[in-house]
């Protein structure tokens, strides 16, 4: 009776001969170091890292791949960049591991929060005036902006727009990372 192979042992058994091109390899590595990068922000961000060590593994990756590594860094920084939320620890890691000037971005953040909150004031006191039309008026009656089509849409666009200017942020201090060493 013959030998019953796994599908482990059939899969090696036809691969044994195949090797990876140079172009893979590179890409293969690529791959890996991406990973250990987002991996250590990962951990810094959600504080089980302070920002010392962060420094240090970033310090650690090979020197041929160290440039890599920071302008990965950068990108996944400027990735989670919060345009409404505490960007305290990403604008930490960006000036301190990756020498970026963080200047541009909190003016940018700063400036997405003036415009939103005038544009709020401006739709809330135009929705306030259309429920006063309809007989609706009082000191409790405040609008939900949030059910309003015309404020979400604002937003999307709002959010696209600084999106936008944190790309060229990204793109403009530093070439982005590519799949080459």
């Known amino acids: ?39 250590l922000l990962t ?21 041929q791949e160290h440039g890599l590594a920071c302008q990965l860094l950068k990108k996944h920084l400027l990735a989670r960049f919060d345009l409404e939320g505490d960007n305290t620890l990403i604008l930490s890691a960006l000036r ?4 970026l000037d963080i200047d541009p971005l909190t003016v940018l953040q700063r400036e997405y929060e003036l415009e939103k909150e005038e544009s709020r004031k401006s739709l809330s006191e135009k929705a306030l005036s259309a429920l006063e039309e309809r007989g609706v008026s009082g000191s409790a009656v405040v609008p939900n902006l949030n059910q309003d089509p015309e404020w979400n849409q604002f937003l999307e666009g709002l959010r696209k727009r600084y999106q936008q200017r944190i790309r060229t942020i990204e793109n403009g201090s530093q070439r982005s990372p590519e799949k080459a060493y």
């Open 1 to 39: 009776m013959g030998e019953v192979k796994s599908t482990l042992d059939l899969v090696l058994e036809k691969t044994r001969n195949l090797t990876l091109s140079r172009e893979e390899k590179l890409d293969l590595a690529w791959q890996e170091l991406d990973k250990r990068v987002n991996s």
């Open 43 to 63: 951990r810094y961000l959600d504080t089980f890292l302070p920002l010392s060590t962060l420094r240090e593994e970033v310090e650690k990756i090979h020197t």
């Open 96 to 99: 301190e591991i990756v020498s």
